[in-house]
């Protein structure tokens, strides 16, 4: 057999070849990925027939040669697509000598399929060692020219790994250098990311039609300051404000469609339109990056190709709409996730990269990938412009009605919340941005931490809340989904300490755990209490240790080993009023600056109570907390959907009680207080009387909100009756004296009646819309409260749009004139046509809602 070759690009086109052209060009730099793999000793004296050469009864090892580089990219484009595609000409890569071709070399090893139980005994081959690559000594190889090229294709696939291709023009495929030629151009480019003479002809050539796609990590090794592993709302700003204000990235700023991916679990889509941005996020809500790295044990080689493959395929015939992009993102994330998962195939055969299940449709057990616009974070970028949360976006006016569904029904069967990132730590769920971003840091230190073998000293971080909040279950939760099994935890009261010298045994006990083997967590709690009447006083007594890693015991000093040393606010429940408490001498006198640069990192844990007065998503923790705690002490209430039979009463006062007194530890106590024991349904007759209510909550305040709607619906009539006593004067003049909708409440018909009674009954529907409740007035008169223009039209359009259903219901159609035997009115239509003189009768019904409210005996309240 002839030596394997490489046909060099040709340096002029060469001519037209028979039959059909080839509507995909893919083309790049190549490599051959050199696999290698061991293999165990022959077994001997199972059959005495049996003979092996010598070397196999030593540990052993094969290899295979797989395409590698847009070789790769060329494969997997044909297998997502099923069309010919044209591609770099080679011949038995397993002969090409190192001089002519890139190489690379990785170890496989056996791996479990991944790290979920379900999966045990499951095995796979996955890269255990990138050995690295070898090439030529002196200058990359010529780029081997593109078998059936042609001018017309519609596709053109680029792989840029920046080893020449880039440098190279006559290498370059004819569609995409030809003056005629109009493909759809996709790039994929690894760095450097600039400077690259590839970047800049598709850019002038192919304008409009180029899609380059780039890694987030080439872009963080070249200097570019993006967040990891935070939360997505800080990742996807940071990378937006960078795209708009960095210099360096100028050239990636041309590119019409930029996607940046962001490993398995997301990327960034963003188009640039005249001077501005429009940025497009797709994401895993239940997963932030590199969380597949850790859930799939071993590496994985041609993850990008897969993902490049897919989003080109799902091109093919089509523009580059944002819908056609942003499904070939799903796509292009859902076939690498599938190579990660079957590497490179199961351990009874020889490794190869696979290519049947990569490209297929996405089915019921691909995780859902969510969607949203993600917002300019202006001139001053995100870390100090508005507080973007993607919850907040889904949930806007809505929270109220989100709340009471992920009780009732659980996050999971909520629609609107499908989208809202959710932070896993052990067994807490949050869905607060600030927290996941808190608790998301700390889980980044300890894991760093816990890998280093011989830290000089503890990994020293703070947790800030009220009390009740859950800070050290927290804390906790985040350690043991790292390491569950190299942890053990320990806590110490500070507030309970007599003395300095009582920290000494309390180190010991520390130490023994470090000295058995494993990690000490270890919870100072209350560490900014009083010592002997001074204010923050204990500081100064953990700074030894918390430097240098000992603590003094008489004249002999003791190392501590390897800890984790969480400080939990006590007086402080947040780190920022800590910190602000720096200007202060006393601060500076008890060594608190000195206490804060031994930190590496702090979280706030928010809780069940409102964490100010701007806090608008204190409904939706507590409806997480309120459903954690039935699922656990009252599992009786789920019927066999999974939902939560629960009384509306109760359910509203549980989420809208003014405060808890001890935070989440309040919420649990009042469930377990509760004569729950054998019941189906928690109802208000289940809950504890008042003076045990008294403990944890304002009783009277709660009695009032279990009874809200039940008091409302006693009140239907009252408010209905008002309604229309406004009605009459304004239509005094416009209609007859005898015509029905005139006549006093008492002669009424009782059709006009009930459509009074539907305007009151919709009255809380219509406030939550825009974010506001009411509760009842309790002693005294409500408040004046006052609504905003915006919030007022929207209820006035709101009710216009239940007068048009209520009136089709009954037969009426749109006519000209009012005629009640014919059911014409002319106010059966939109919002927007509808005439400005009776869009003003409803705005003036809308404007009125706090006033009847406050007549009924309730008052509005913002839950926003």
């Known amino acids: 057999m002839p030596e394997a070759e490489l046909t060099p690009a040709p340096t002029s086109p060469p001519a037209r070849q028979a039959g059909p052209e080839p509507r995909i060009v893919v083309a790049g730099d190549i490599a051959v990925d050199w696999l290698q793999w061991p293999m165990k000793p022959a077994c001997l004296g199972t059959c005495e027939d049996e003979r092996h050469p010598n070397w196999r009864l030593y540990t052993g090892f094969r290899e295979a040669a797989e395409p590698g580089g847009a070789l790769l990219l060329a494969q997997m484009v044909g297998d997502a697509t099923g069309l010919p595609v044209a591609r770099p000409r080679t011949r038995r890569l397993d002969r090409i000598p190192a001089e002519k071709i890139l190489r690379s070399a990785s170890v496989l090893k056996e791996y479990p399929l991944s790290s979920a139980r379900k999966d045990e005994g499951k095995k796979v081959y996955r890269i255990e060692q990138f050995r690295g690559f070898c090439g030529p000594k002196l200058a990359n190889p010529a780029p081997p020219a593109v078998q059936g090229d042609s001018p017309h294709a519609e596709l053109v696939v680029l792989d840029d790994a920046g080893n020449g291709f880039r440098d190279c023009p006559a290498a370059w495929p004819q569609a995409f250098a030809a003056p005629e030629g109009s493909p759809l151009v996709v790039l994929k480019m690894s760095r450097p990311l600039t400077r690259s003479a590839l970047l800049a002809e598709a850019v002038r050539r192919h304008g409009q039609r180029l899609v380059v796609v780039v890694r987030a990590d080439d872009l963080r090794e070249a200097g570019v300051d993006i967040s990891r592993r935070l939360s997505w709302e800080r990742t996807a700003q940071d990378l937006l404000w960078q795209l708009q204000l960095n210099s360096e990235l100028d050239e990636l700023k041309h590119c019409a469609h930029l996607v940046v991916r962001f490993g398995l679990e997301g990327a960034l889509h963003t188009q640039w339109r005249g001077d501005g941005v429009e940025a497009a996020l797709l994401y895993d809500p239940g997963a932030i990056e590199e969380d597949y790295d850790q859930r799939y044990p071993g590496k994985m080689q041609g993850l990008a190709s897969a993902f490049v493959a897919a989003l080109a395929a799902g091109l093919v015939g089509k523009t580059l709409a944002p819908e056609a992009i942003g499904q070939g993102i799903r796509n292009g994330l859902r076939a690498a996730r599938r190579l990660l998962l079957r590497g490179f195939g199961g351990v009874t055969g020889d490794p190869s990269y696979p290519r049947q299940g990569i490209f297929v449709p996405s089915g019921e057990a691909d995780p859902f990938l969510a969607d949203v616009s993600v917002p300019d974070p202006g001139p001053t970028g995100p870390a100090c412009g508005h507080f973007w949360t993607i919850l907040d976006e889904v949930t806007r006016d809505r929270l109220e009605g989100v709340a009471r569904n992920v009780v009732e029904r659980g996050r999971e069967k909520d629609k609107s919340l499908s989208k809202v990132p959710v932070g896993c730590f052990g067994e807490m769920r949050t869905l607060d941005r600030a927290e996941i971003e808190g608790l998301q840091m700390i889980r980044n230190l300890m894991a760093e931490y816990l890998l280093n073998p011989k830290p000089k000293n503890p990994l020293c971080i703070a947790v800030f809340g009220p009390p009740g909040s859950g800070k050290s279950f927290a804390v906790t939760q985040v350690a043991e989904s790292i390491a569950k099994d190299r942890v053990e935890e320990i806590t110490f009261n500070v507030a309970e300490f007599t003395s300095p010298q009582a920290l000494a045994p309390a180190f010991h006990r520390v130490r023994d755990i470090a000295l058995k083997g494993k990690v000490p967590l270890v919870f100072f709690d209350e560490f900014d209490s009083r010592l002997d009447g001074r204010k923050l006083g204990w500081l100064k007594y953990f700074l030894a240790p918390m430097q240098d890693g000992e603590f003094r015991e008489g004249e002999a000093v003791h190392p501590i080993g390897k800890a984790i040393f969480v400080f939990a606010g006590g007086t402080s429940h947040s780190f ?32 069940a109570n409102e964490a100010s007065r701007t806090d608008s998503l204190v409904l939706i923790r507590r409806a997480a907390f309120l459903r954690h705690i039935l699922e656990k002490n009252a599992p009786q209430v789920f019927d066999s959907s999974g939902k939560a039979l629960i009384d509306r009463g109760v359910l509203d006062a549980m989420l809208k009680v003014r405060e808890y007194r001890h935070g989440v530890r309040s919420m649990l106590a009042i469930v377990q207080m509760s004569l729950l024991a054998g019941r189906r349904c928690f109802e208000r007759a289940d809950l504890p009387p008042a003076e045990q209510l008294e403990l944890h909550v304002d ?57 009074n009674r539907q305007v009151a009954d919709q009255i809380p529907e219509k406030l939550q819309s825009i974010g506001c409740s009411f509760r009842p007035a309790g002693e005294g008169a409500p408040p004046p409260f006052q609504l905003a223009d915006r919030e007022i039209e929207r209820l006035a359009q709101m009710e216009h749009e239940r007068y048009v259903e209520e009136r089709k219901r009954a037969g009426w159609v749109y006519g000209p004139e009012r005629d009640e035997e014919k059911r014409t009115h002319p106010c059966i239509v939109p919002w927007d046509k509808l005439p400005e003189k009776e869009k003003e009768k409803d705005i003036a019904s809308a404007r009125a809602i706090p006033e009847l409210l406050a007549k009924a005996g309730f008052g509005v309240c913002r839950v926003t």
């Open 576 to 607: 920022q009023r800590f910190r602000g408490e720096g200007a202060q001498k006393g601060f500076r006198n008890a060594k608190g600056p000195d206490f804060l640069s031994r930190l590496r990192g702090y979280v706030n844990i928010v809780g």
């Open 699 to 755: 009783a009277r305040a709660f009695s009032r909100l279990a009874l809200r709607h039940i008091l409302f619906e006693g009140r239907i009539e009252d408010i209905a009756r008002e309604l229309h006593n406004r009605y009459l004067p304004p239509m005094q003049g416009e209609r007859p004296a005898d015509d029905p909708t005139m006549q006093p409440w008492d002669k009424l018909p009782e059709l006009y009646k009930e459509s």
